[in-house]
């Protein structure tokens, strides 16, 4: 059975860092067999989530549609930036979104049994690090098995070339590795 991954990053911004590792995780991915599915955050804005709203006015569209991505997906290709050692507002705000059941729907439908693998960049010198162990946690607290390679990339205003790949060949090849990786694990698991 083809795995199907979800990939995104955890930013909106144009010329996001987080953005271009994106595709590099995807091919290594996809050269391992799997499906991979590239979305952008920007393509599903979503209100900040607030309990009130949600109960007069349900889960937004853009919400109903990225869960079902979630659903369809049994993988997912984070990467992440890092916001005050943090997650970013808009990854935290779409998991948010995204955990919340239909009526009648098993609890965080969306997450259990998923595996992730998690990236960062940033222009610093931890690469985003620090947001990687939070978003760990929060994946591994809402049912997703999140594998333990990752990697961060450091100095990132001088790590990528113009066309998005990395300036250095051994990190290019270690972010394809980590969707290599995820994929043959989907492979085992799935078999
Ligand atoms: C509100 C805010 C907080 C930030 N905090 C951190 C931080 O704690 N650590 C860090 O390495 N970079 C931090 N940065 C810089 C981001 O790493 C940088 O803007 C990066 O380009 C964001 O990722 P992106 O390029 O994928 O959008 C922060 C940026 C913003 C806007």
Do not use: C
């Not at 909106?12 to 590239?38: M, Q, Y």
């Not at 393509?43 to 853009?62: I, R, S, T, V």
């Not at 997906?73 to 916001?83: R, V």
């Not at 690090?129 to 990697?151: F, T």
């Amino acid at each position: 059975m083809m795995p199907r991954i979800l990939a995104f990053a955890g930013s909106t911004r144009r010329e996001s860092f987080n953005k271009k590792l994106v595709p590099i995780a995807a091919k290594g991915a996809r050269d391992a067999g799997a499906e991979v599915t590239l979305i952008d955050l920007k393509d599903f804005p979503l209100p900040l989530f607030d309990q009130d709203l949600e109960a007069e006015q349900g889960m937004p569209e853009n919400g109903a549609k990225l869960k079902r991505l979630f659903i369809d997906h049994d993988g997912l290709l984070i990467a992440s930036p890092e916001y005050n050692s943090s997650v970013t507002a808009v990854l935290k705000n779409a998991i948010d979104w995204v955990s919340r059941p239909a009526p009648g729907e098993p609890s965080l439908v969306a997450f259990r049994g998923k595996v992730a693998t998690l990236m960062s960049a940033s222009p610093g010198a931890l690469g985003g690090l620090r947001a990687l162990v939070h978003v760990r946690s929060i994946l591994g607290n809402i049912g997703v098995i999140v594998l333990p390679d990752q990697i961060a990339v450091a100095k990132a205003r001088e790590a990528f070339n113009p066309d998005g790949s990395l300036t250095d060949p051994k990190q290019q090849a270690a972010i394809e590795g980590l969707g290599n990786t995820l994929a043959v694990f989907l492979m085992k698991l799935k078999a």
